[in-house]
Structures are given as C-alpha cells and as structure tokens.
C-alpha cells in the first residue's frame, strides 16, 4: 500500500501569510494526488485534483504543484475561512491512502 | 446539484452488524463510482471501500475485508458491517467519484452518519 506523509501537522499563521502544506508518497504517484479542505464538524470539500488542478468555485489564492512522490498546497493571501484542516490523497491504486492531515490555525 | 445523504449509523455492540444507506440525487447514479470514507473521532481520514460504476467491482481497505460490504442499487449505495469492533467507531461519509465511468479522486461528499462500536 501507499503511504503518504504529510506535513506539517499543526500550521498556525495570520490572514494574510502564505503558507504551504507538504505530501510525500512513498512511491510514485504520477499526479494521481487530490487535496480537501475539512471545517470542523462538516464533510469535507474538494479543493485541487491531478496535483495541480483547481476545482471550479476555488478561490485562486489555492494551488497546487509537485508530481511523482512530492506534493504542495499553497495558500496564498490566508484569508479567515481558510482557517480548516487539509489533507491531501493519493488516488493511484487501491486502496487509497489519506495524508495525516494539517490543522491551519490562527496565530 | 449532487445530493448525497447518508443513514443508519447509531450505537451497536461489538461484534454485532449495522448497515448503512446513501441515498443519491443530482447526478446520472450509474455512471459513477461510489466511495464510503470515514473518520474515527478526533481523528483524520480513512478510504473504506468504492463500488464501481456498474456494480461489478468492489475494492476495500485491507482492516474491513471479510467484514464489509459495499453494494449499490438504482439510486443507493449501501455499506454492510459485520463484526463491528471499537476502532470501527467514526464519521461515514457516502462520497461520489469524480470521473464517468471509470475510478477517480472523490468530489461530492455527503454529510457523514455516526457508528459508535460500544457496550
């Protein structure tokens, strides 16, 4: 199975910063790597497919880079409904895998 | 608009069996894979199993082989649990794959429905 490992756990940043939130595979992935956004208590919400590919309604200040085994969401301009958790997921083979998750907190 | 709601979930023994329904709307049902995901209390995301588009295949995390099944109708998917154990405990999330036909990432979730494994 595939793992991945993200970091870092806990993130905390003002509104405004620019922060960036890492995955690694542990074997390539192509960019068969999908990443969510989670507000507490709620499902979560689609944010980038394919490594790199914004959702439709996804403010531009979220992108997404990296293929192979090392992965970015970058959030620029933080802004207050930013403040979830993120994970990123590997959607290679079966089973699928989740990364651990980063909690992005106010400062 | 894609509708996804999830039920059944509530308190069950270990050892004992639940069954879980999503009830789809909004989106040609038998053209796409279904997931359930969940996410044990406090805790992050876990992929539970997918069924294909048709039925035909079905895929599960190696910790509910044996002891899940995931089935779909004309506009429901099911998930089936035998044998609940404490770390079975989580938030089931009924999810849509994102590509026609074939198995993609996920980008339609419902609201999620709770099982809690206790005595």
């Known amino acids: 199975d595939i793992q991945m490992t993200q970091s870092p756990s806990t993130l905390s940043a003002s509104v405004g910063d620019t922060v960036t939130i890492t995955c690694r595979a542990s074997q390539s992935i192509s960019t068969w790597l999908a990443w969510y956004q989670q507000r507490p208590g709620k499902a979560p919400k689609l944010l980038i497919s394919k490594a790199s590919s914004l959702e439709n309604g996804v403010p531009s200040r979220f992108s997404g880079s990296g293929s192979g085994t090392e992965f970015t969401l970058t959030i620029s301009s933080l802004q207050p409904d930013d403040f979830a958790s993120y994970y990123c997921q590997e959607y290679n083979s079966y089973p699928w895998t989740f990364g651990q998750g980063t909690k992005v907190e106010i400062k | 608009q894609v509708h996804l709601v999830e039920s059944g979930g509530g308190v069950v023994q270990p050892g004992k069996s639940l069954r879980l329904s999503c009830a789809a709307s909004?989106?040609?049902?038998?053209?796409?894979?279904m997931h359930w995901v969940r996410q044990a209390p406090g805790k992050g995301l876990e992929w539970v199993a997918v069924i294909s588009y048709d039925g035909n295949n079905k895929f599960y995390t190696d910790s509910v082989k044996g002891r899940f099944t995931i089935s779909r109708d004309s506009s429901n998917v099911y998930l089936q649990m035998n044998s609940l154990r404490g770390e079975d405990t989580a938030v089931y999330y009924c999810?849509?794959?994102?590509?026609?036909?074939?198995?993609?990432?996920?980008?339609?979730w419902g609201q999620g429905t709770l099982v809690t494994v206790s005595s």
């Open positions: 909004g989106f040609t049902f038998n053209t796409y894979a």
């Open positions: 999810a849509k794959d994102a590509q026609v036909y074939l198995y993609g990432n996920v980008d339609s």
